[in-house]
């Protein structure tokens, strides 16, 4: 989220390459989802950084900013205060050197039992696994999209659930 030239990650010849950046007022959008209610950003995705790290750092004060409570830009739990006072812990996780790696399930499931001892409870999300046609059953065995590793989405709901999550 933001505005002004960015950087590419995109070669010249590239036919396989998105990169995604959307306007300031997408921030605001994504609040009005439930004006009363609390709304959260997983920013641990592929799509974090591509407008470089700058415009990574741009979409989360745009959604802070915005009110949108922001996780997945390290591997603490971001706290939520829920409607009856009580505080929450939310994970994101995606298949990243960058952020909470999804594939190294004893790191989720260290980071998620961490998280657990500090909140009564934990919800984590995660950005994983095959995409298109060919991948519309989860499977247990690592996922794979564009020759790329994408996790195992069963593994790691486990390595979660095992560390103590919630959700």
Not at 44 to 66: E, F, K
Not at 72 to 79: E, N, R
Not at 120 to 131: D, F, K, P, Q, S
């Amino acid at each position: 989220i933001g505005q002004g030239p960015t950087p590419t990650k995109c070669g010249p010849r590239s036919t396989n390459c998105f990169a995604f950046r959307a306007p300031p007022a997408s921030a605001r959008a994504l609040r009005a989802l439930h004006r009363s209610g609390t709304v959260i950003g997983n920013v641990a995705n592929n799509h974090a950084r591509d407008a470089g790290s700058p415009g990574r750092d741009s979409t989360i004060a745009a959604l802070r900013r915005a009110g949108v409570v922001v996780t997945g830009a390290d591997t603490l739990a971001t706290p939520v205060r829920t409607a009856a006072g009580d505080t929450i812990g939310v994970l994101g996780f995606y298949t990243s050197d960058s952020t909470p790696d999804a594939r190294d399930t004893a790191a989720v499931r260290r980071l998620v039992a961490r998280a657990s001892e500090r909140y009564r409870a934990v919800i984590v999300t995660m950005h994983l696994g095959a995409e298109g046609r060919d991948a519309q059953r989860t499977i247990d065995a690592p996922e794979r999209f564009l020759g790329v590793d994408r996790g195992n989405p069963v593994a790691f709901a486990d390595a979660a659930v095992r560390g103590g999550a919630s959700l």
